[in-house]
């Protein structure tokens, strides 16, 4: 099996799958830094990318046929499995990086390492911000990533560049380490987030900045697909224990103020018999 002609140079040819809203705003500084992308995807993308300059394959297997350093996995979390059953792996005549940037991580690399052949690179990562927190430069926000099994260094390390080089705070860890802390941070913070959806907070005219925290982040979830969410919960096997001390910090809280409301409750009657 052949390996990477255009890594040497540190510009890569990227495919990417999936082309929604992270897909895009990847791709457009991955184009900003010179590197070959091509997408497939299950829209039709080929204006945008005929605007953008790029190829769209409608089809998996011209895509794949296109001599690829990297195949960029940016589908939602739940889609992944069908996703990858959908492309001809099979077709793959070199060794390719796999990298995924799904919010959680054991799942893609399950996955990942389930329908790959061994020749196949894996690189799992997550950039840990979006459209909203990234519309700036990436400067200083986080990017973690897991080499779960990478023997092309010289690719991987330019697939890494891309990050590394935008300012991101490069975080190497498992898999499973990402998991327990993105359930306990970032899958609380959309659960949180889509209850303030349902209760439907709105912005006021004596908004505390506290408060205006909670409304900034009403929006961005309501600006995040229900997909991800439902990713961030299913495919997290730690998602589960925190939505349950989710229910039970909510359950302590009411008991305390009700329990606190009783006792107030019960001096006023008694100060009330005493004829205070
Ligand atoms: N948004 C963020 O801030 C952020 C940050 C870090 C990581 N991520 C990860 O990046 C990935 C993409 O996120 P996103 O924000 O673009 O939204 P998303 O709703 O999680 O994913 C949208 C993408 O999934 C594809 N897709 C959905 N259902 C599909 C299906 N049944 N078959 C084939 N493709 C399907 C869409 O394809 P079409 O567009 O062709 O319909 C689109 O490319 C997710 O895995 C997410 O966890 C997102």
Redesign the pocket.
């Known amino acids: 099996m052949s390996s990477s002609s255009s890594s040497s140079q540190n510009t890569l040819k990227v495919g990417i799958v999936?082309?929604?809203?992270?897909?895009q705003f990847l791709a457009s500084t991955m184009l900003k830094q010179g590197h070959t992308i091509t997408v497939t995807?299950?829209?039709d993308?080929s204006q945008l990318c005929n605007q953008l300059g790029i190829p769209f394959f409608r089809d998996a297997l011209p895509f794949l046929e296109a001599d690829n350093d990297v195949i960029l996995i940016?589908?939602?979390?739940i889609?992944l499995s069908?996703?990858l059953k959908s492309l001809p792996l099979h077709c793959l005549t070199r060794r390719t990086l796999f990298v995924d940037?799904?919010?959680v991580k054991e799942h893609p690399r399950n996955l990942l390492l389930q329908v790959l052949a061994e020749e196949m690179d894996v690189l799992c990562t997550?950039?840990m911000?979006?459209?909203e927190s990234g519309k700036n430069g990436w400067k200083d926000l986080s990017f973690m990533y897991d080499k779960v099994r990478v023997r092309d260094e010289v690719t991987c390390s330019s697939f890494l560049s891309i990050f590394e080089s935008e300012g991101c705070r490069m975080m190497e860890m498992s898999c499973e380490e990402h998991d327990k802390l993105a359930a306990k941070s970032q899958f609380v913070t959309h659960a949180i987030g889509r209850i303030l959806v349902e209760i439907g907070i709105e912005s006021t005219s004596i908004n505390t900045k506290s408060f205006e925290t909670l409304v900034k982040l009403k929006e961005n979830v309501s600006n995040?697909?229900f997909?991800?969410f439902s990713?961030l919960f299913i495919h997290n096997r730690f998602a589960k224990q925190e939505l349950m001390n989710l229910e039970q910090g909510f359950e302590m809280v009411k008991q305390k103020l009700l329990k606190m409301n009783e006792e107030q409750n019960l001096s006023k009657s008694n100060n009330a018999m005493n004829g205070y």
């Open positions: 999936g082309f929604g809203t992270f897909g995807s299950r829209t993308y940016c589908t939602s979390i889609s069908d996703v940037v799904l919010s997550h950039p911000f979006g459209p995040s697909s997909d991800l990713g």
